[in-house]
């Protein structure tokens, strides 16, 4: 029996810049569809519909206006270098489109958006928090070249509150092209720090950094190794945090190496820790959600990072359920036999996915994807379909999964459909380009 249908996860570019052309003619800011879903990456305003690392965006610029409530950033997710541009363009917004926060216009500049720039202007006389909320803010807007530029050659030194700014630079460049090697020398330096936390974060990163960046399994197991040296059982939320990362970094290698068993093992010990975590949440001083949180922009801070470190658990546990598809597969297994097991617990993890960011064009995405590996297209080309709404260069990718599903499935008119969307959002994709040439050759 043949193997199931698999959806290519990318297309061909032409240009590997990728081209993301500029609309017109899309209603202002206040009435933007493709805006409301993007409100805080453009000029810092709050929206309902925002993805969930956008949201992280509040708080921090809240700490930047108020140094003495400030804290040190704990977030895990960062933005990706050229997204707002690609937001701006897409939604035909022209006007926000700029390099640097400085060259937005001042009739444009929200309170927030005023605040980042006094930050920026004045990055010589902020402490080391300081420093690290900016450099961090700057890279969920991607403004990574900036950050980068201000931060200049940093090394850890021991200093706790310094090595943990070095950290928070070190991932900037980590999501930086062409930095990769330099912020693996980073936390490799890190994870000697003074500060365990700091040293075990450090390792954490380099597991994945150096999976994701080089596929170098002996820098990762190195990094590994480290981190289990200092991995001792947590007392209190960082720690809980922390260990649930660094062993949920654990469980990728070991999924890189094949180990499906040892991968499970750390998986749990990973959501032992994220247990942990959420329990330890109104111990460490976050208000619950029913509170007044409205009233505190910074409040339900820790509750974000519970959530965002479930969905990362929740997308390792969805890797590891459809590659489980994919080796029984390539053991001759039927299609019944790959989906009877994995199949219903990639849907059960697709849904909390959705149900944990559901506006955030990544969590489409993996949703689609997980739908895909069990077999339910229909599912996943509505999903892809939804990524792709969002625009960007990921709605791109979106568009042209959506449409393989749509071609297998027989409805060509669909995939035409999303071929050219694709387009609309990337003019150098090459396949959805040669596909649509194809159909009216036929």
Same mark, same amino acid.
């Given at each position: 029996?043949?193997?199931?249908?698999?959806?290519?996860?990318?297309?061909?570019?032409?240009?590997?810049?990728?081209?993301?052309?500029?609309?017109?003619?899309?209603?202002?800011?206040?009435?933007?569809?493709?805006?409301?879903?993007?409100?805080?990456?453009?000029?810092?305003?709050?929206?309902?519909?925002?993805?969930?690392?956008?949201?992280?965006?509040?708080?921090?610029?809240?700490?930047?206006?108020?140094?003495?409530?400030?804290?040190?950033?704990?977030?895990?997710?960062?933005?990706?270098?050229?997204?707002?541009?690609?937001?701006?363009?897409?939604?035909?917004?022209?006007?926000?489109?700029?390099?640097?926060?400085?060259?937005?216009?001042?009739?444009?500049?929200?309170?927030?958006?005023?605040?980042?720039?006094?930050?920026?202007?004045?990055?010589?006389?902020?402490?080391?928090?300081?420093?690290?909320?900016?450099?961090?803010?700057?890279?969920?807007?991607?403004?990574?070249?900036?950050?980068?530029?201000?931060?200049?050659?940093?090394?850890?030194?021991?200093?706790?509150?310094?090595?943990?700014?070095?950290?928070?630079?070190?991932?900037?460049?980590?999501?930086?092209?062409?930095?990769?090697?330099?912020?693996?020398?980073?936390?490799?330096?890190?994870?000697?720090?003074?500060?365990?936390?700091? =040293?075990? #974060?450090?390792?954490?990163? &380099?597991?994945?950094? !150096?999976?994701? *960046? /080089?596929? $170098?399994?002996? %820098? +990762?197991?190195?990094?590994?190794?480290?981190?289990?040296?200092?991995?001792?059982?947590?007392?209190?939320?960082?720690?809980?945090?922390?260990?649930?990362?660094?062993?949920?970094?654990?469980?990728?290698?070991?999924?890189?190496?094949?180990?499906?068993?040892?991968?499970?093992?750390?998986?749990?010990?990973?959501?032992?820790?994220?247990?942990?975590? =959420?329990? #330890?949440?109104?111990?460490? &001083?976050?208000?619950? !959600?029913?509170? *007044? /949180?409205? $009233?505190?922009? %910074? +409040?339900?801070?820790?509750?974000?990072?519970?959530?965002?470190?479930?969905?990362?658990?929740?997308?390792?546990?969805?890797?590891?359920?459809?590659?489980?598809?994919?080796?029984?597969?390539?053991?001759?297994?039927?299609?019944?036999?790959?989906?009877?097991?994995?199949?219903?617990?990639?849907?059960?993890?697709?849904?909390?996915?959705?149900?944990?960011?559901?506006?955030?064009?990544?969590?489409?995405?993996?949703?689609?994807?997980?739908? /895909?590996?069990?077999?339910?297209?229909?599912?996943?080309?509505?999903?892809?379909?939804?990524?792709?709404?969002?625009?960007?260069?990921?709605?791109?990718?979106?568009?042209?999964?959506?449409?393989?599903?749509?071609?297998?499935?027989?409805?060509?008119?669909?995939?035409?459909?999303?071929?050219?969307?694709?387009?609309?959002?990337?003019?150098?994709?090459?396949?959805?380009?040669?596909?649509?040439?194809?159909?009216?050759?036929?």
């Amino acid at each position: 029996m043949p193997g199931r249908f698999r959806v290519r996860q990318r297309y061909t570019r032409s240009d590997p810049r990728g081209g993301f052309p500029r609309v017109s003619g899309r209603p202002a800011l206040p009435h933007n569809r493709l805006a409301a879903f993007w409100r805080p990456l453009i000029d810092l305003a709050d929206s309902e519909v925002a993805s969930l690392r956008l949201r992280m965006i509040r708080p921090v610029s809240t700490w930047l206006a108020d140094p003495g409530a400030a804290r040190w950033p704990w977030f895990s997710r960062m933005g990706l270098p050229g997204v707002r541009r690609q937001v701006v363009r897409h939604a035909g917004l022209d006007a926000y489109d700029c390099a640097d926060p400085r060259q937005l216009p001042e009739e444009l500049r929200t309170p927030r958006w005023e605040t980042l720039v006094a930050a920026v202007d004045g990055f010589a006389e902020l402490d080391h928090r300081g420093r690290t909320l900016l450099i961090f803010q700057l890279a969920q807007l991607s403004y990574h070249p900036l950050a980068l530029r201000l931060a200049g050659p940093v090394r850890p030194d021991g200093d706790p509150e310094r090595d943990r700014y070095v950290y928070e630079v070190a991932r900037v460049r980590a999501g930086s092209p062409g930095h990769a090697a330099h912020a693996l020398s980073l936390f490799a330096d890190l994870a000697g720090s003074g500060d365990p936390l700091v =040293a075990l #974060a450090a390792c954490f990163q &380099g597991i994945g950094h !150096a999976l994701r *960046h /080089a596929n $170098d399994l002996t %820098s +990762a197991r190195r990094f590994e190794k480290r981190g289990r040296e200092l991995a001792k059982p947590p007392d209190d939320w960082h720690a809980c945090l922390v260990h649930s990362r660094f062993h949920r970094a654990a469980a990728l290698l070991r999924l890189t190496e094949g180990d499906k068993d040892a991968a499970t093992s750390a998986l749990v010990t990973a959501k032992h820790a994220h247990d942990d975590l =959420a329990a #330890a949440r109104h111990a460490h &001083g976050d208000p619950p !959600a029913a509170g *007044h /949180a409205h $009233d505190d922009p %910074s +409040a339900g801070t820790d509750a974000m990072i519970v959530r965002e470190n479930r969905r990362y658990l929740l997308e390792l546990e969805l890797d590891a359920e459809t590659r489980a598809e994919t080796r029984a597969e390539s053991h001759g297994g039927t299609r019944a036999e790959t989906h009877g097991e994995a199949g219903p617990r990639a849907l059960a993890l697709c849904h909390e996915l959705l149900r944990l960011d559901p506006h955030c064009v990544h969590a489409r995405l993996r949703a689609g994807d997980g739908f /895909a590996a069990a077999g339910d297209l229909v599912r996943a080309a509505f999903w892809y379909e939804r990524a792709g709404e969002l625009g960007t260069g990921a709605g791109a990718t979106g568009w042209f999964r959506a449409a393989q599903c749509h071609d297998h499935l027989g409805d060509h008119a669909a995939a035409v459909n999303a071929m050219g969307r694709c387009l609309e959002l990337d003019t150098t994709a090459v396949e959805p380009r040669e596909y649509l040439a194809g159909r009216q050759r036929t």
